[in-house]
């Protein structure tokens, strides 16, 4: 089925170490995006790619890393520079990226302190 | 920069009853999208309805239809003849459509619908 998938479902992360967050999608999208969602706010963007090898920082990009060697992927790193990495992480993409299409999100990824 | 501006948290409806979500944002572009997602309990986003700046009419999709007001920049989601399967938080986001720029989503805070029998 064609989709955009997000692994693993649930992620624990030690003091101090990197974690990777895995977005795959077989829709042919263009662009890619990843959203951090906290309690009580709206989702914020943390970086986006337009195309492969090429990416933008979004309003919250410090303690993120991201790479878009293949345009089926867009995996997320948290750093051990991100001081409070629990929350809720949505990949999504669209195609083309200047159009009017809609973003369309994978299921998500839930990050929590070990 | 813009904003998005959804001042109800919480709205409780009954089973076949109508429910109004309020949206309300700000910005100085004269074309843009508007968007509505619906996010229940498996956490995953669902686009609901979509609306363009430029035209006037309202959108609608099923039960689901928009309330557009470009000069007062509202854009408000009623949902008639409510199921269970609405429960969901609602979420109102924002598309600015200038080439050179990047078509980037910025959200509003959500509104936690539930949908009671």
């Known amino acids: 089925d064609g989709g955009i998938t997000q692994s693993p479902k649930y992620l624990f992360r030690k003091e101090g170490q990197n974690v990777t967050l895995s977005c795959e999608q077989n829709l042919n999208h263009d662009a890619m995006y990843w959203y951090r969602q906290d309690p009580g706010q709206g989702l914020r963007l943390i970086y986006y790619s337009q195309i492969v090898n090429d990416f933008q920082k979004g309003d919250i990009a410090e303690g993120y890393s991201v790479s878009r060697e293949k345009k089926e992927s867009f995996p997320l790193t948290v750093t051990s520079a991100q001081k409070n990495p629990t929350a809720f992480y949505l990949c999504?993409?669209?195609?083309?990226?200047?159009?009017?299409?809609?973003?369309?999100f994978g299921d998500g990824t839930r990050l929590s302190i070990l | 920069a813009q904003t998005v501006t959804q001042s109800q948290p919480e709205m409780s409806v009954q089973e076949a009853e109508t429910v109004t979500l309020s949206c309300t944002y700000d910005?100085?572009?004269?074309?843009?999208?508007l968007f509505w997602y619906k996010q229940p309990p498996s956490r995953q986003m669902i686009l609901v309805i979509r609306q363009e700046a430029y035209k006037q009419q309202n959108a609608t999709e099923n039960r689901f239809s928009v309330n557009f007001q470009k000069a007062a920049k509202s854009f408000s989601l009623k949902i008639s003849d409510s199921q269970l399967g609405d429960t969901a938080m609602y979420f109102c986001?924002?598309?600015?459509?200038?080439?050179?720029?990047?078509?980037?989503?910025?959200f509003g805070t959500g509104t936690r619908l539930q949908v009671t029998l």
């Open positions: 999504a993409g669209k195609t083309g990226f200047y159009s009017n299409q809609p973003q369309h």
């Open positions: 910005t100085s572009e004269s074309n843009y999208y």
């Open positions: 986001a924002f598309m600015r459509i200038n080439t050179g720029t990047a078509s980037k989503l910025t």
